[in-house]
C-alpha cells in the first residue's frame, strides 16, 4: 500500500513519532513517505490566516496527496485542541475520497481533558467531511513512558491498514 504521512511538528517530537511509524509501515511491505508541513509564522494561532496562507501556496506547495491509498496526519495539541496548521491544512484539502485515514497526536499534558480526544475529533471531522475513511487514531504524551506509548501507536497503525 502507497502511504502518505503528513506531519505538522513544531519542536521536532511529532516528526520522530512520524518518523517512527513510517518504519514500522515500511517493515509491513507498505511503500511509505513523511510529508511535512511547514508555515511561515509558526507563532500565528489564527485558522482563517493560516487557511489562506495554504490556499494560496496550495498548488505550489502542498504535497500531492492522491498519490497516496492511505493516510496518517501527525500533530502536537495546541491550547487543548488541534494544532490550527493542521487544522488550516486539512481545511483546504479538496477531497479524501476512498482514502484510509489515520491519525496521531503528540502532548505534553498526560491528564484526560488537556486536548488529545478533542484534536483526534477535530482530525476525524476534517477527514471524514472531505470522504476519508477513519480507520485508527493514537495520542503519545511526551514523558517518560513515550516509548512504550510510540510502540503501541506504530503496532495500531500497523493494524488499521490491514
Known amino acids: 500500500m502507497n502511504i ?3 506531519v ?3 519542536t521536532g517530537n511529532t516528526y520522530e513519532v512520524a518518523q517512527k511509524v513510517k518504519e514500522a509501515l515500511s517493515k509491513k511491505g507498505n511503500s511509505v513517505n513523511i510529508e511535512r508541513i511547514h508555515i511561515s509564522d509558526e507563532k500565528e494561532r489564527d485558522i482563517k490566516k493560516l487557511e489562506a496562507q495554504f490556499k ?3 498548488l505550489n506547495n ?3 496527496l492522491s498519490k497516496y491509498e492511505a493516510l496518517v ?6 491550547a487543548f485542541s488541534l494544532s490550527p496548521a493542521m487544522t488550516a491544512f486539512i481545511s483546504q484539502i479538496p477531497s479524501l475520497q476512498n482514502k484510509k485515514i489515520s491519525c496521531f497526536v503528540t502532548k505534553g499534558l498526560p491528564l484526560s481533558g488537556t486536548g488529545g480526544n478533542q484534536a ?5 471531522q476534517l477527514s471524514e467531511s472531505k470522504g476519508g475513511n477513519f480507520c485508527g487514531s493514537g495520542i ?4 517518560k513512558d513515550r516509548e512504550k506509548q510510540i ?8 493494524k488499521a491498514f490491514f
Open 4 to 6: 502518505g504521512i503528513v
Open 8 to 10: 505538522y511538528s513544531q
Open 56 to 58: 494560496d501556496d496550495f
Open 62 to 64: 502542498t504535497p500531492d
Open 73 to 78: 496526519f501527525g500533530s502536537p495539541v495546541h
Open 120 to 124: 483526534i475529533s477535530k482530525m476525524k
Open 140 to 143: 503519545v504524551v511526551w514523558n
Open 151 to 158: 510502540k503501541k501507536l506504530t503496532e495500531e497503525m500497523c
